[in-house]
């Protein structure tokens, strides 16, 4: 009775964790459940509603066919280690998106958030905006992690759907490492800006010890240098920031991080006013309930 109790909980809410299932049987029957059998009844409510996830990699061959034999020009690559024969990575993005974003700004914003099925992995994304600045899902990824080599890896299959496309394109992400590195490597001519919002929560983080006020103030002044139309209104702001930060400080903050990548008046491409990846987070809060989902579920 439990168990059937359990598995018709997670039918209609695949994200629920075992802990949610402990608390909901205790409040609504009174019965007191065991986190491992609570365990037990989500994994086999989940496999009940959305397959199993051994067998979900073997579905996703299927799946690639019956996408290559309806929609020809969509690209769908699974990646196998050699050795072990066992699923490495996924690339998949649709005609329709390929398509689409030729008509669009040459503006792409990415990201990786991680999966929650049994067996985890990142899945990484690039996305842009359309004509009434809605979400437009490019293309995804799903590897073991966001390393460099994924996100090289990534940014080849993304240079690889932008064949022919000759415009330079402008990459808005949180700085990740792994996007830091790949994107100069295989797009040489498009641009990377930084996100300001992580930029700005970073720059808190360095200002220990000051009270709510003097960090607000730093961190407004900090916008105003991103923001400034110029060099000459940079420069004066850039001077209040020091002022008001600690040069020391402020100096410590950006040795990393050059003007190019985040200040308006040094960016050298054009990002149309998107100084935030929140689309990217966007895309990530769209897929919430999916990231729990076996791989080829989770794809369709």
Known sequence: MIGRLMSADIRTTPQKRPIDVVSS??????VDV?????????????????????????ELRWYREAVKNSDPESVFDIEVDT??????????????CIYGFK??????FVDGTFLKGNFKGSLLSA??????????????????SESNENWLWFMEKLRGILDGDTRSIVFVSDRNAGIKAAVPRVFPSGFH???????????????????????????????????????????EEMARLKKAGGESRITNFLVD????????????????????????????????????????????
């Open 193 to 235: 800006g930084y996100c300001l919002y992580h930029l700005k929560n970073n720059l808190r983080g360095r200002l220990t010890g000051g009270r709510n006020k003097y960090k607000e103030r730093v961190i407004g002044l900090f916008s105003l240098c991103a923001y400034a139309p110029n060099e000459m209104k940079f420069n």
């Open 34 to 58: 065991p986190y491992k059998r609570a365990w037990k009844g989500v994994e086999k409510g989940r496999s009940e509603a959305f397959g199993d996830y051994d067998a979900s990699f073997d």
């Open 103 to 108: 008509h669009l700004r040459p503006l792409l």
């Open 25 to 30: 049987l205790k409040g609504l029957y009174g």
């Open 127 to 144: 996305s842009a905006k359309d004509g009434d600045k809605g979400l437009f899902p490019l293309c995804i990824g799903v590897a073991d």
């Open 83 to 96: 050795e072990t024969n066992r699923f490495k990575r996924l690339f998949v993005a649709f005609s329709a």
């Open 257 to 300: 991080l050059p003007y190019e990548h985040w200040a308006n008046a040094f960016f050298p491409g054009q990002r149309y006013g998107e100084m935030w990846s929140n689309l990217a987070e966007c895309f990530n809060s769209w897929i919430e309930k999916e990231r729990h989902l076996p791989i080829t579920q989770l794809v369709d």
